[in-house]
């Protein structure tokens, strides 16, 4: 929120900043005191006036703040932007197509020429690709921490060229839970920063730069969006975005059109509450897959050794994607996701009704059966993402389901 402004007598004073909660920013982040649409307008335009030779010299060098051209900013899309920024305690925010193209456009920039990235091994599939396959193909390899628990294999990870550490928290599909400050300490060790890519907790359940993290991404196309739109997003201090968004961003043209960012607006205010719904829910299902006889083991953090230290780190909750390992292998898991009513066979996470995926198979199919089970991922590995239905529909289903192997 804007600071307001008074004018007594011809003379301006400013009132006491007004710090909003998250549940009000979830609506009201990155406005001004003076707007006056109730929605944000949706401006489906290509280019904007910039009014003076001089001036647009300015726009486009950086000098000036203002809006040139939709590719490289966008007044619904800033608004977004801001949104998120506000959300997230950031200084600022650039919106991206897609969480992947966020991913990528973010690694280019810090590891251009040479560098060296080291990351968590527990990543979403189309991730851990780009970072075995693609980023070394353009000079950046990339080392991949195979217990991403023990803060000593980071650090032996670390190379002289090294430009960030990343890591997925929770991590898609295991949902593991790592110890950001644990990270942030261990990067700044070697004045290298840390990227927390913050899709599966969203701000409602964690905000890593308060806890000291440097950058954070988000796939809006999961919690964000609601299944609807496809976006992403790279939060952080703004003399990064703003170099960000001049440079590989200007250039590259991965934008978000102002038609999704409205989207994403609009979804943006109900988040805390959809996120509530998914974390009960969720964990109602996992209480249940976890006394089943026919289920081997539930990958969520309520559950397991580190029980205990997940509810330290994540104590408003966990989120709406969980996985289970059924007794049996691939041929179980099949009969499992076939036999589901309520669950749609669908590749998204967050969304109002209730998915199921065969990670091994598809998701994170480009992995070897090396590389998914150092990441935890069998062949009788189902992921669930939990809607917002009853858990006790969705508990008959999958019980049902299981009866059928």
Known sequence: MAKAKKKAKGKVFKEKEWRLRPKTLEIHGGGEISDVELRPSVHRVTAFSMGSFDRARRLFAGEEAGFIYTRINNPTVDRLERRLASLEGAEAA?????GMSAIQLLSLYLANSGGHVVSSNRLYGGVFHLFRDMLPKLGIPVTFVENPYDIHSWEKAHRPNTKFFHVENPSNPIIDVFDI??????????????????????????????QGADIVIHSLSKFY?????????????????????????????PCMSPDNASVFLSHAESLFGRMKEHCKNTEAVA????RH?????????????HARANRRLMPKGFGGLMAFEVKGGVKEAKTVLESLK???????????????????????GQMSPRELAKAGISPATLRL???????????????????KI
């Not at 990270?183 to 070697?190: D, G, K």
């Not at 749609?344 to 209730?354: F, K, L, T, V």
């Open 287 to 290: 209480n249940f897959l976890n």
């Open 225 to 253: 969006g609601n299944g609807e739109v496809i976006g992403g997003a790279i939060l952080g201090e703004k003399k990064l975005i703003d170099d960000l968004r001049l440079t590989w961003f200007r250039d590259g043209g």
């Open 181 to 210: 400050k644990e990270l942030v300490a261990l990067a700044h060790s070697f004045g290298k920063p840390l990227v927390v890519d913050s899709t599966l907790a969203t701000p409602a359940l964690l905000q890593p730069l308060k």
């Open 342 to 364: 309520l669950f749609w066979h669908a590749p998204n996470i967050g969304e109002s009704r209730s998915l199921i995926m065969h990670p091994a198979t598809t998701t994170h």
């Open 94 to 98: 650039l919106a991206t197509s897609s």
């Open 293 to 305: 006889r026919k289920v081997k083991k539930v990958l969520y953090p309520a559950f397991g050794p």
């Open 385 to 403: 993402s939990i809607g917002r239905e009853d858990p006790r529909d969705l508990i008959e289903d999958l019980s049902q389901a299981l009866a």
